[in-house]
Structure formats: structure tokens, C-alpha cells
């Protein structure tokens, strides 16, 4: 058998098992009343067959293994035992779909009912209505008073650190994909400086394990998209030497190379400074165990974006994001648009699995969506996903990537362009995504 291992959902390595194609067959066939273990065989045999002749380079996901069942049962003539598993697979999946969005609805409700309330009192709760400041010659008003909703924010969660200087030793700023933790962290920066408060950078990205023994995406990427590929124990005793006044020597990860290196950097916390972490999963319990609760501030970034479309629908926030990653990367990053969006299940599966159920330990939920950036977002992206859109709806493997290209075109075809940048404050969180090039 060349099948060795398979790629779970959330892209962890598995050893291939053949019981399991079995039991699942065996399921199905109950469901109807077929209880025929020869048949039953068989069938599982057929499908390790094309399995083995389809990805003999690379393993399998569970969704590749799922479909070829499905295959093999209508090929075979099979059809209500194919019924069966194709319901059971789809209970399976709105079972995970319910687990997300319970996980979603872990974001205070307090905080996104603001943010409606913000957008209707600034006439900015629909796409249309949204247009309509584009039309009537306003819009760069409303630029001004979402930015200085978003210094407000800032402000505020500086005076709530200041509250507790003597006690916190630690803040995290935690959040999703281009949720703008970089601007955020410089910002309340600047307002903590203001107040003799300076912020000592600890980038647990220096902590990633050696190449070698990082795990592999079904893509053969290597996976950087979890807390497993950091070492732990070492971040915690590094954290709490310098909570403690102790001097540290700081590593650093080459990622050319894949490799961690001692180039005799040292670090030290000084009585007037805070640790700040800077991590998409900086919240995650374990990161951080060594450092007592008190001594913590956690602060939790997401684009609560509260704006209809046509259809009376919320614009979904990972839509958002995803929007200004496809600017950063290409811009900043090397990666075209195409590529973004071909990729960002994989950074999608880890925040669900790594990021989302750690909002509970955050002090704040600080909402980064700007009312205004659709029109300026498109301006960058629209002329890309037609080609896009193309590109990827014949791919069978790449039809989520399609649904996705298709979903942010529509949404962005309601939108009135916005191409004048210099409008935009050269501080707003927006310029950590489309950069200073207008």
C-alpha cells in the first residue's frame, strides 16, 4: 500500500487506515439495511485502489478520501447506500459549520452592537447608503470620524493599562489574518509612551521548532499556522526571566533557512516596559501559562464589520480580511492575489482551530473594521477576480477558492470605488495594508 498517512481538517498528518473507509461504508449500508461485509470490503478496496493511483505523491485530505467514496458508491450501482453517506457527511458538516459559528459568537455582543449602532448614526449600515457619501462628495468625512472612532479605541485601552501599570507585565495582541495587529500594537504604543510606558517586542516567531521537524500541509507547505510549531517551554521560560529582571539571550529564526539561531542578541525588562506579544495566537492558554493571570492583558482584534449588502445580508468579516491580505501580500509579500485566495482556507482552518476559541481570554475585543475601506479595497483588487474567478471554477480541488473569488466579486460590484488615497490619514490601519503608493 503506497498510502501512508492522510491530512486531517485542520491540516494535521494522520496514518492512512483502511478500517476507517470501511466502518464508514458500513455505516451507510446499515442505514438502508444492507448488511453485506463482502460487498462492503470490496467497495473500501476500490477506493484505496484509486486513492493510491491519484496521490501517490502527495497524501490525501479526509475530503479527498470522502469523495471517492461517494464515487465509488454510485459507480458501483450503489446508490442508497451513497445517499446515506452523503447525508451523514452533510449532518457531519453543518455539526462543524454550528461549532464555528458558536465560536464566532464568542465576540461580546456589546461590541458588535456598537459597532451597528456607530454605522447607522453615520448613515453607513448598507452598501447603498455607503455609496451614497461616495455620490453626494462626503465621503472623506466619514474617513475622518471612523479614524477617530478608531483613536477613541485606542485611547481607551491605553487608560485601561495605565489603570494596572504596576501589576501588568504582559499585553497580547491576538486576532485573526489582517485583522491589523501591527498598526494596532504601534498605536497603543504611542499613547502608553505618552504616559513613560514602552513596549520590550517579544516575537514568538524567533521560537519556531528547526525545519526539519515542523509538520507538512496536504500542500507539502510546512505548517507555521499553529502554537504546536513554536516551543512552548522555552517562550514561558524566557517570559518569566524577564518578568523577573533577569537578562535573556534572544534567538532568532531564520526562515530562509528554516533554522533557529544564537546571534548573541540579549534582552532585558526594564521597570518602565511591558512584553508586548504580537501573535495571531497569542491568547492561546499555553503560550504564556508561566506568567500569573493578573500580570496579563489580552486584547483581541476583529473586523466587526456591521454593513449590509443588497440583499439585507452582513458582509462576512473574513471576507474583509481576506481582501486586505490579497493587497499586503502582493504588495509586500510577493504573492498574487490568485495565490491569497487559493490559500486562505488553510489560514481559515487555523484560526478556527487555534485563534477563534481563545477570545474568551481576552481583557478587550478592540473591532478594526473601518466603515469606509470597501471603496478604497476595491480600487486595488476588483480588475483581478474575473481572471481569478476563471482560473479556479473548472478545478474541482479548487472550487472553495472559486466560491470565495465569486462571493468577494459579487460584494464588491455593490460598491462605489474610491481611488483618491491621499485622503487617508498616513496613520490609519488601512496603510498597513495598501501601503503609501498613491
Known amino acids: 500500500m503506497t498510502i501512508k498517512k492522510i491530512y486531517k481538517r485542520d491540516g494535521a498528518p494522520a496514518p ?12 451507510a449500508a446499515a442505514e438502508v439495511g444492507v448488511k453485506d461485509s463482502p460487498l462492503v470490503q470490496r467497495l473500501s478496496q476500490r477506493v484505496v485502489v484509486i486513492l493510491e493511483k491519484n496521490f501517490s505523491d502527495a497524501p490525501p485530505a479526509v475530503e479527498d478520501i470522502q469523495d471517492i467514496v461517494e464515487r465509488v458508491l454510485i459507480e458501483a450501482g450503489q446508490s442508497e447506500i451513497a445517499k446515506a453517506f452523503i447525508v451523514y457527511r452533510q449532518k457531519r458538516k453543518e455539526l462543524r459549520e454550528k461549532q464555528t459559528k458558536e465560536e ?29 457619501h461616495i455620490k453626494i462628495g462626503v465621503f472623506p468625512e466619514l474617513i475622518k470620524v471612523a479614524e477617530k472612532r478608531y483613536d477613541e479605541e485606542i485611547n481607551k485601552i491605553a487608560n485601561l493599562i495605565l489603570d494596572k501599570k504596576d501589576k501588568i507585565k504582559l499585553l497580547i495582541i491576538a486576532g485573526p489574518s489582517s485583522s491589523g495587529k501591527s498598526t494596532t500594537a504601534e498605536r497603543l504604543g504611542e499613547a502608553l509612551a505618552r504616559a513613560g510606558i514602552s513596549f520590550l517586542k517579544f516575537s514568538v516567531d524567533n521560537y519556531f521548532y528547526n525545519i526539519e521537524t515542523q509538520l507538512k500541509d496536504q500542500y507539502n507547505d510546512h505548517d507555521y499556522e499553529g502554537p504546536y510549531a513554536l516551543e512552548i517551554p522555552l517562550i514561558n521560560k524566557h517570559m518569566t526571566a524577564l518578568s523577573k529582571g533577569r537578562t535573556i539571550d534572544v534567538p532568532f529564526y531564520n526562515f530562509p533557512t528554516g533554522q533557529r539561531e544564537w546571534r548573541g542578541e540579549k534582552m532585558t525588562l526594564s521597570s518602565n516596559q511591558i512584553i508586548l506579544v504580537d501573535s495571531h495566537f497569542g491568547l492561546y492558554d499555553q503560550l504564556t501559562r508561566a506568567i500569573p493571570g493578573q500580570q496579563k492583558f489580552g486584547l483581541y482584534l476583529e473586523t466587526l464589520c456591521q454593513l449590509k449588502d443588497k440583499n439585507g445580508r452582513f458582509v462576512k468579516w473574513t471576507d474583509v480580511r481576506l481582501l486586505r491580505r490579497m493587497i499586503r501580500d502582493a504588495k509586500f509579500r510577493g504573492s498574487k492575489p490568485i495565490e491569497t485566495i487559493g490559500h486562505w482556507h488553510y489560514v481559515r482552518r487555523g484560526e478556527i482551530k487555534n485563534i477563534i476559541p481563545n477570545i474568551s481570554r481576552a481583557n478587550y475585543v478592540l473591532n478594526t473594521a473601518l466603515p469606509y475601506e470597501l471603496p478604497a479595497l476595491k480600487h486595488y483588487l476588483y480588475s483581478y477576480l474575473p ?9 474541482p480541488e479548487k472550487i472553495d477558492a472559486f466560491i470565495r473569488a465569486q462571493r ?3 460584494l464588491l460590484s455593490e460598491v462605489e470605488e474610491w481611488s483618491d488615497m491621499s485622503v487617508i490619514p498616513a496613520k490609519s490601519l488601512l496603510r498597513e495594508f495598501i501601503g503609501f503608493d498613491d
Open 16 to 27: 492512512f487506515n483502511q478500517q476507517k473507509i470501511i466502518e464508514a461504508i458500513s455505516k
Open 104 to 132: 464566532v459568537e464568542k465576540i461580546p455582543y456589546r461590541v458588535i452592537w456598537e459597532a451597528l449602532v456607530w454605522n447607522l448614526e453615520h448613515s453607513c449600515e448598507t452598501i447603498i447608503k455607503l455609496n451614497e
Open 408 to 410: 468577494v466579486y459579487n
Open 387 to 395: 481572471e481569478i474567478m476563471l482560473a479556479y471554477q473548472n478545478n
